[in-house]
């Protein structure tokens, strides 16, 4: 996900440099935003869903798994 975050950011300063109208500009902004939230909540719900197995894995116990599943969307 960081990477995407980080094209993202790339991408708004292309379109910021070449002078776009504001409205486009927070529309823009406004679909990236839309994306990280999606991106979080369905992130957020296959980790609801991992077995114990798999979490151990990836280095999380079910306890944290359940509290980051837990979070808003909205929260980073």
């Known amino acids: 996900m960081a990477q995407a975050l980080t094209l993202s950011t790339e991408a708004l300063g292309i379109l910021n440099q070449r002078g776009l109208p504001v409205l486009a500009l927070v529309a823009v902004k406004v679909a990236v935003c839309a994306t990280k939230w999606s991106t979080r ?21 079910p306890a944290q798994a359940k509290a980051e599943a837990a979070r808003a969307f909205w929260k980073s």
């Open 41 to 61: 909540h369905r992130t957020r719900s296959a980790l609801a869903r991992l077995e114990p197995w798999q979490l151990h894995d990836v280095g999380l116990t």
